[in-house]
């Protein structure tokens, strides 16, 4: 894929360290004071509009409907397919490389379209009709298993046989910025039979990644796992912010409820399955071997680091885990595979999340239920501050990257700040 060739420079500034490189060009919704919400697409510090592209004819020959990128979001274009938006993202390539002259010489038109990031307000990239939550990472099943039910039998039965998870709500993800309060509700105290309503004291987040798929399938009709990914346009970063003492007291037997569903921060940036093509990687061995619904070929993982820092509400900044999305036992083929293999159709927007990942140190948890031992086990931040679990004020800032070549393909941020519980 040409633009994915490490050696691709463009003539925008694209400063080091930069999460998006040419080789990157994501997309998103943006707004600014003079433009109503529409499509992006990012590089280095500038955000490009695509409507001024699309209407002005440098996107002219891939047959795009009208009116196609002049959206609150990304869904009508993504619904074109993978093929269609590889198409477009090939043409960014090649308008944004350093010796392409057609936008690069034109000043009236690259002082439109070319937009500082500074003056663009990212808002959410895709109408979400479904949200499902895996539990894909072995590390992190097993250290929940042992804090919530029984350390010798972390892993229930069916884990290895096939991808957990759980269908959320879609109505409460938002997009990274945006604040999310502190939830009330049942908690049941370790010394009381009976619960009490109050705000959550276990706060946390819990670090994923997530897919977003670009289809609308029939009802009925299981994706075989060699074409699920045709249906996956890309990825987001994804907190799935968690109130642990809701949780436990309401999880059995159904599973997460409103321990969950206040909230979920996705980042704005949809980094294309494309753009991570070369930054494949091989998951960890599964064994048993899964039943042949679930059988797959190649490398299905990704190389992606992942990182959580808190702010917290004297301003310092604490790094809290590193990981990578490499560690995950099940794939997204698996997950797509799985979630249809009994009919269920898929939506375009839909939104799979990773379930939390871990890796296999202390400091990979992705969550303070783990990195804490459930409060048991205070973190100290380097400024001198505690937490057992999340305090109101605190920001919880998720990055991810995956680099390789002297390419960095990256995500921007998903942050979110803890306000106190309403009323
Ligand atoms: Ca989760």
Redesign the pocket.
């Known amino acids: 894929m040409t633009a994915n060739d490490p050696k691709l420079k463009s003539w925008v500034d694209v400063p080091s360290g930069s999460d998006f490189p040419i080789q990157n060009l994501p997309f998103g919704i943006f707004k600014t004071k003079y433009l109503s919400p529409v499509a992006g697409v990012a590089i280095g510090n500038t955000v490009i509009d695509l409507v001024y592209l699309h209407e002005h004819g440098y996107l002219d020959g891939h047959g795009l409907p009208p009116g196609i990128f002049n959206q609150r979001t990304l869904n009508e274009f993504f619904a074109l397919g993978r093929k269609k938006v590889r198409e477009v993202r090939e043409r960014l390539s090649q308008l944004l490389r350093h010796d392409a002259d057609e936008l690069r010489d034109n000043r009236a038109a690259r002082e439109i379209a070319l937009i500082p990031m500074s003056e663009c307000q990212m808002l959410m990239p895709v109408t979400v009709p479904n949200y499902t939550?895996f539990y894909s990472s072995e590390e992190h099943a097993t250290n929940v298993g042992a804090l919530f039910r029984d350390p010798k039998n972390a892993l229930l039965p069916n884990w290895k046989y096939l991808p957990v998870g759980y269908h959320g709500r879609a109505s409460s993800i938002v997009v990274s910025g945006t604040p999310i309060h502190r939830p009330r509700g049942q908690v049941k105290l370790p010394d009381s039979d009976a619960p009490v309503f109050c705000p959550s004291r276990k706060m946390d987040f819990?670090l994923?990644l997530a897919f977003i798929t670009c289809s609308n399938t029939t009802l009925g009709r299981p994706i075989p796992l060699k074409e699920t990914e045709d249906h996956i346009i890309g990825f987001v970063l994804f907190n799935?912010w968690?109130a642990r003492d809701i949780q436990q007291w309401e999880y059995v037997p159904l599973g997460p409820f409103l321990g969950?569903n206040f909230g979920s921060t996705v980042s704005p940036w949809v980094v294309t399955l494309d753009a991570l093509e070369p930054f494949r990687a091989q998951g960890p061995t599964q064994n048993p071997h899964v039943l042949p619904y679930l059988a797959f070929e190649g490398a299905r993982n990704f190389d992606i680091q992942l990182e959580v820092l808190l702010e917290s509400p004297k301003g310092e900044i604490a790094t809290l885990s590193r990981t990578n999305a490499k560690y995950l036992y099940w794939n997204i083929a698996q997950q797509l595979a799985h979630h249809t293999v009994n009919g269920c159709n898929i939506q375009v927007g839909d939104l799979y999340?990773s379930?939390?990942i871990s890796g296999p140190s202390p400091g990979s948890y992705g969550s303070l239920l783990e990195l804490t031992f459930n409060g048991q086990k205070p973190l100290h931040l380097p400024g001198g501050e505690e937490r057992k679990f999340l305090e109101d004020g605190d920001t919880v800032i998720m990055n991810g990257h995956a680099e390789a070549n002297g390419v960095r393909i990256g995500f921007g941020t998903c942050s979110g700040k803890l306000l106190p519980a309403v009323g």
């Open positions: 939550d819990e994923e799935d968690s969950k999340a379930g939390t």
